[in-house]
T-cell receptor, first 115, second 114 residues
Framework: AQKVTQAQTEISVVEKEDVTLDCVYETRDTTYYLFWYKQPPSGELVFLIRRNSFDEQNEISGRYSWNFQKSTSSFNFTITASQVVDSAVYFCALSEEGAGTALIFGKGTTLSVSS | SQTIHQWPATLVQPVGSPLSLECTVEGTSNPNLYWYRQAAGRGLQLLFYSVGIGQISSEVPQNLSASRPQDRQFILSSKKLLLSDSGFYLC?????????????FGPGTRLTVL
């Protein structure tokens, strides 16, 4: 069974704080893909990153960084020096190569950044 | 560049009334198209996907149906709405299978069934 768990329902931080959003997944496949999406108050989901199961290199993009650890089945997302514009709901998602087109989303983490 | 449109943006409908939500994609050909529902406080649930005109796959049994009359048009319908159909409906597209490729989402339609 596929499952994506985002245990943090809501996180509140003050501007310039670093914040990490956790994502733990379950899969029996050896080939799978992990995604992060951002949903600002406007509602539209914005793609942030895709990582395949064979690439465990951490990635950094500006203030965003992702830590993929297969040993703990986690794909955590860190925002450095958070800003008010980072306030949004963030979703982690999983797809498996053998599962057709299914993209399984976690329930999301609501991040609130105050000034 | 590719863009995806959804309308209406918001909709309030009485129980038992019909529904038609439309999604169109511009700037790409033969996209894979998807309908998701996001209920309050919950994640996104895939409802339907389509890999081509007239080809619809349903992920969950429900009161809704989907159609793809044109390459870049995807329609979500219901003959009689239920209270449980309330939610935020998102259309998305991808190039090729979503397993490998990111999906791009539209602005969504917020449906309230009273």
């Amino acid at each position: 069974a596929q499952k994506v768990t985002q245990a943090q329902t809501e996180i509140s931080v003050v501007e310039k704080e670093d914040v990490t959003l956790d994502c733990v997944y379950e899969t029996r496949d050896t080939t799978y893909y992990l995604f992060w999406y951002k949903q600002p108050p406007s509602g539209e989901l914005v793609f942030l990153i895709r990582r395949n199961s064979f690439d465990e290199q951490n990635e950094i993009s500006g203030r965003y960084s992702w830590n993929f650890q297969k040993s703990t089945s986690s794909f955590n997302f860190t925002i450095t020096a958070s800003q008010v514009v980072d306030s949004a709901v963030y979703f982690c998602a999983l797809s498996e190569e053998g599962a057709g087109t299914a993209l399984i989303f976690g329930k999301g983490t609501t991040l609130s950044v105050s000034s | 560049s590719q863009t995806i449109h959804q309308w209406p943006a918001t909709l309030v409908q009485p129980v038992g009334s019909p529904l038609s939500l439309e999604c169109t994609v511009e700037g790409t050909s033969n996209p894979n198209l998807y309908w998701y529902r996001q209920a309050a406080g919950r994640g996104l649930q895939l409802l339907f996907y389509s890999v081509g005109i007239g080809q619809i796959s349903s992920e969950v049994p429900q009161n809704l149906s989907a159609s793809r009359p044109q390459d870049r048009q995807f329609i979500l319908s219901s003959k009689k709405l239920l209270l449980s159909d309330s939610g935020f409906y998102l259309c998305a597209w991808s190039v090729g299978l979503a397993v490998y490729n990111e999906q791009f989402f539209g602005p969504g339609t917020r449906l309230t069934v009273l």
